[in-house]
């Protein structure tokens, strides 16, 4: 099979990339770096010539409404059209759990790529999936302020992001059905914990606090929301077994 990834250089699509090589599928990365600019739609025709199917795990780190959707939509819409014209027989989504509970900020991007992907003239797979054990890292950078780490009161399912990469790529292969069963990792956490195992695996010295707001996003996170229901896919690695590899290793 002939797949492209959009977003192949990031932390699922490069596992995607890997594994679908790996199965004996030919596989291209949709970049910068290959000629390929999502958000303008240069090179994506082209690139998409013989493709069979189109795995799309391209991100943007805005946690702004909306940019999130205008990214988003921006996106998904230059896949689906030119996916259509080419002749691309499956686009496969990944999205988040809970995106319809919480639709603000970035989840407000997820929700409107969703909607495009269900409505659209190219027949789909939308995997969703919890946070990736990277994320307790990302926060960990992003939100430190001097000795200080803020963090959001957050339930969490973390999953290991190869396990995401995995179940997109059977996807791929299985063809088009729709909302598959969300998939989460294995045990449930408080975000804060996972910070502070992570702060302590790299040798940072940090104090975590937790704080909240009012809303809907705020409430599905404090509340659990965003973890999977009953009948969902659970990955293997539990968040423990990944902090004992190396964070860096691709």
């Keep these: 099979m002939n797949i492209a ?13 890997s594994i679908a090589r790996a199965r004996g599928h030919h596989v291209i990365s949709l970049s910068r770096a290959a000629g390929v600019d999502l958000v303008s739609g240069d090179g994506l025709a082209q690139a998409l010539n013989g493709v069979d199917a189109v795995i799309d795990v391209a991100n943007t780190s805005t946690l702004n409404g909306k940019k999130s959707v205008e990214f988003f939509t921006t996106v998904t819409g230059n896949l689906l059209r030119q996916e259509k014209a080419a002749g691309v027989r499956h686009h496969v989504a990944l999205s988040i759990v809970g995106t319809e509970k919480a639709a603000a900020g970035y989840y407000a991007g997820k929700l409107a790529q969703e909607t495009l992907v269900s409505k659209s003239d190219v027949p789909w797979t939308i ?3 919890t946070q990736f054990h990277e994320f307790a890292g990302q926060m960990l950078r992003r939100s430190s302020v001097g000795p200080l780490v803020l963090v959001p009161r957050m339930v969490t399912q973390p999953v290991a992001a190869r396990e995401v990469a995995e179940a997109l790529v059977e996807a791929a292969e299985a063809g088009p059905r729709g909302r598959i069963p969300d998939l ?7 975000l804060a914990e996972l910070v ?3 702060a302590q695996k790299e040798g940072r010295k940090r104090r975590v606090i937790e704080f909240t707001a009012p809303g809907p996003l705020w409430r599905s996170m404090r509340n659990g929301s965003l973890v999977p229901e009953a009948g969902a896919a659970v990955g ?4 423990s077994d990944w902090l004992k590899t190396d964070l860096n290793a691709p």
């Design 5 to 17: 990834v959009a977003g192949g250089t990031g932390t699922v699509g490069r596992h995607v990339v």
């Design 236 to 239: 293997r690695q539990t968040f």
């Design 184 to 190: 989460g990792g294995p045990e449930r956490k408080q």
């Design 127 to 129: 995997l969703r999936a």
């Design 196 to 198: 502070r195992a992570v």
